[in-house]
């Protein structure tokens, strides 16, 4: 469950907290392994076969560990095939019904259509990002649709997003963000790591708990070109 270069996302996370002086350790787990208490979590894309391995083989106990984690507002970062495995289930394009972890009030069904290429999106004002737009990609079948106790992580502007037809992306639900923008998406937006970081050490240490600014130089002038190339 780590695809189009998604791994990336945990090596931005780390060299963010390191140019900190922010200690990191970081576990890897298996579908066997138990998981590893953690203040951040990160679960990367997957195919369906990928996703019918993980959720057959998903113990009860990794589920209860998980659903404490979250209600205790640990932070989340699910990209892909993970955001459709949290949701309730996946119809995929055999359909075939693969149960998800019924952690986020959401369903996917696999579609005809491919969704891929470049996204821009406008993030949902409740994050209150100083920088609001989200640069990606995304490539992906599933079109995933969000229930009632839920709210998206933000509105397409160039894309596709959760299922092309109603504009959402992705996810929100207490500190978990579920999307599906690939590529990998931190070390594009920097300021969606920072945003990570500072929860997670918010949720450890209290309000009022500030992470040091860096030099962003490089990472912006990529940003901006990239806003720049697709018009926005």
């Known amino acids: 469950m780590s695809t189009y270069g998604d791994s990336g996302n945990v090596l931005a996370l780390q060299k963010r907290c390191e140019w900190r002086n922010i200690e990191v350790k970081i576990h890897y787990s298996d579908i066997y ?41 640990k932070v989340f970062l699910l990209i892909c095939g993970s955001y459709q495995l949290m949701g309730k289930y996946y119809i995929d394009s055999n359909n075939n019904k693969i149960e998800g972890l019924g952690i986020l009030d959401v369903y996917t069904q696999s579609s ?52 092309g037809l109603d504009k959402t992306e992705g996810s929100l639900f207490k500190n978990i963000i579920a999307c599906y923008q ?29 992470i040091n600014e860096i030099d962003n130089t490089l990472e912006y002038a990529a940003y901006n070109s990239r806003l720049k190339k697709l018009k926005i």
């Not at 679960?43 to 979250?70: I, P, R």
């Not at 590529?183 to 920072?194: C, E, I, Q, S, T």
């Open 182 to 210: 690939h590529g990998p998406l931190l070390p594009k937006n920097p300021h969606l790591a920072d945003y990570i970081i500072s929860k997670a050490i918010e949720n450890r240490y209290g309000l009022g708990i500030k």
């Open 112 to 163: 005809n259509k491919r969704m891929i290429g470049n996204t821009v999106i406008e993030t949902n004002p409740k994050l209150n990002l100083k920088v609001k737009k989200i640069v990606g990609f995304e490539n992906h079948s599933g079109q995933t649709f969000l229930g009632k106790k839920i709210e998206p992580f933000g509105y397409v502007k160039i894309g596709f997003g959760n299922n």
């Open 33 to 73: 392994d138990s998981i590893y208490p953690s203040d951040i979590y990160f679960w990367g894309g997957g195919q369906d076969k990928a996703q019918e391995v993980v959720s057959s083989n998903f113990s009860q106990n990794k589920l209860d560990f998980l659903t404490k984690e979250v209600d205790n507002n």
